[in-house]
């Protein structure tokens, strides 16, 4: 029998992997998730009158006013209360998904609402249909349009996976914090998990301002 | 044919067309004129059924526009009409524009909507500009683009509304050519307008509407020329200096 605790070593690196992995799978099913559902919200409130509007919206307040992390222990208490033994990762996921929708919503709700008015009727006047006019003119215009914004979320969404970790999901925080409890080197392990998001955060931030710097023009 | 007859339309207590009747035959051009508030915009937006009415009927060829069996998606592929604003789609290339609506919504095969498109451009003379991006236009060539994109659904009728308002002064002119030529052409026409000189030029009857009527109305010659009413030649009087 060794020493208690156990250097870094290249044995590590399949379940740093696994981390990663985990981490990539829970950012992509909330940006996924999370669009398609704000995608939806949001076209309906631009749509909708202003008590279907006020409806939604305070819904969409209460995810995105109540911390994350918050959000988390609640739902996955309330689900060990009901006795459901749901796994870590959809329980995650759904949160995860749903705070990322109430963002998402926002984005697209604006988007929708600047390609309103004289656009829809000048497109109606030439016959096409109500979903005709969304398919292929509020729709396109707008998506390009919220480009931007829509990846400032995404990135936010990535960076907010880590919390995820409290409920015992491993993605790459918690696998590190396990790393660091057996061969107690947190910096080493720390700083190599910072520099994990920033390498994946930081070239699609650029890309976000290239592509925004492109439109202006 | 189109024939309006006894229209009223609201705005909740405004009330801004007050029994509106007016015949419009195939071939011809009828300008609309009148201040601002007269409700000469709001009768067009009724034409194309973009707006409702609440008395009164509007028939377009045999079709009563605002009857609740009426399809008015297919009702408006017989009635082009162009804004004071022009409205380009701006995520599609100018040919793009205008071959949008004879693909989707005339179903008319790619190939085909593109050459109705092009004929269309190459009328209204943007025929250097089919790949460029609408946005990098001048708003007098946006505006042309619009009335190709427009044409070139084959529509039988044109309507427009304060097409050149919008425009620097010294773009008005190719936009006013290019109705122009759709005059030669035989398109029907209702132009609302703020160019006399231009309604008096093209028009075969001119109406004057002030306050929710038409005031006067008849031939350029006798309502520009030799109006009878005080407001008409107030009107114009203001206008024309």
């Known amino acids: ?217 | 044919m189109i024939n309006i007859q006894n229209v009223h339309k609201s705005f909740g207590d405004l009330e801004v067309l007050k029994g509106i009747n007016l015949d419009v035959k195939k071939g011809e051009v009828l300008s609309i004129i009148g201040g601002s508030g007269s409700g000469k915009s709001t009768l067009l937006y009724c034409i194309n059924a973009i707006e409702n009415i609440q008395q009164g009927n509007i028939i377009v060829d045999g079709i009563d526009v605002h009857h609740k069996d009426t399809n008015q998606d297919k009702l408006r592929q017989k009635l082009g009409m162009v804004f004071q604003q022009w409205n380009s789609f701006p995520h599609l290339t100018v040919l793009e524009n205008a071959a949008l609506a004879p693909r989707i919504v005339s179903g008319l095969s790619k190939d085909e909507a593109i050459s109705i498109a092009e004929k269309e451009l190459i009328h209204v003379g943007l025929g250097d500009k089919f790949d460029v991006y609408p946005t990098k236009m001048s708003g007098g060539q946006q505006q042309r683009l619009a009335i190709a994109r427009a044409l070139s659904m084959r529509p039988d009728y044109m309507l427009f509304d304060e097409i050149t308002s919008a425009l620097d002064p010294e773009l008005v002119g190719e936009v006013l050519d290019t109705l122009r030529i759709l005059r030669e052409d035989g398109m029907t026409m209702i132009t609302v307008t703020h160019e006399i000189a231009f309604a008096r030029e093209v028009s075969d009857h001119v109406a004057f509407f002030h306050q929710g009527v038409i005031e006067e109305m008849g031939t350029p010659d006798e309502v520009i020329t030799n109006p009878k009413k005080e407001t008409t030649q107030k009107f114009l009087s203001k206008v024309l200096t």
Request: glycine content about 8%; aromatic content about 12%; overall charge positive.
């Open chain 1, 1 to 217: 029998m060794g020493s208690l605790f156990t250097p870094l070593s290249w044995n590590d690196t399949g379940f740093i992997l696994t981390g990663i992995l985990n981490t990539v799978t829970i950012s992509v099913v909330a940006i996924v998730v999370g669009s398609i559902l704000g995608l939806i919200v949001g076209f309906i409130r631009s749509e909708s009158n202003k008590y279907t509007n006020a409806l939604l919206g305070s819904i969409l307040d209460v995810l995105r006013s109540v911390p994350l992390i918050i959000q988390l222990i609640l739902f996955s208490t309330f689900i060990g209360i009901l006795g459901y033994n749901m796994n870590p990762f959809v329980t995650g996921s759904i949160v995860l998904s749903l705070y990322t929708m109430a963002f998402m919503s926002e984005v697209f709700r604006g988007g929708f609402d600047s390609v309103h008015g004289s656009m829809e009727i000048a497109s109606r006047s030439l016959g096409m249909t109500y979903w005709q006019t969304v398919r292929y003119v509020r729709f396109p215009i707008s998506l390009r349009a919220i480009f931007p914004s829509w990846l400032g979320v995404a990135l936010s969404v990535i960076k907010d996976s880590a919390l995820v970790s409290v409920i015992g999901y491993m993605e790459l925080l918690r696998t590190s914090e396990q790393l660091i409890s057996r061969t107690q080197q947190p910096l080493e392990i720390l700083i190599g998990v910072g520099i994990f998001y920033f390498v994946i955060s930081y070239p699609l931030s650029l890309y976000g301002k290239y592509v925004e710097r492109k439109m202006a023009v």
